[in-house]
């Protein structure tokens, strides 16, 4: 994801669902990023999945 300009993600998990996990000063900006990320990289298909984005905190 670096290379595609989306530094702020830190890892990706792939399954039944798609985990992400990314760097942000809150919860709304961490899923506006992922929002974007998915719509820009084609992660997922609209017309076969939905997007539903929830955001919280990571154990530090």
Do not use: W, Y
């Not at 798609?18 to 506006?32: H, I, N, Q, T, Y």
């Amino acid at each position: 994801m670096h290379k595609s300009g989306f530094e702020e993600v830190r890892s990706i998990r792939a399954g039944k669902f798609l985990s992400v996990e990314v760097e942000a000063p809150d919860g709304e900006s961490a899923a506006g990023l992922v929002r974007k990320m998915c719509d820009e990289l084609r992660i997922f298909n609209p017309a076969a999945h939905s997007l539903t984005v929830e955001a919280g905190r990571a154990a530090q």
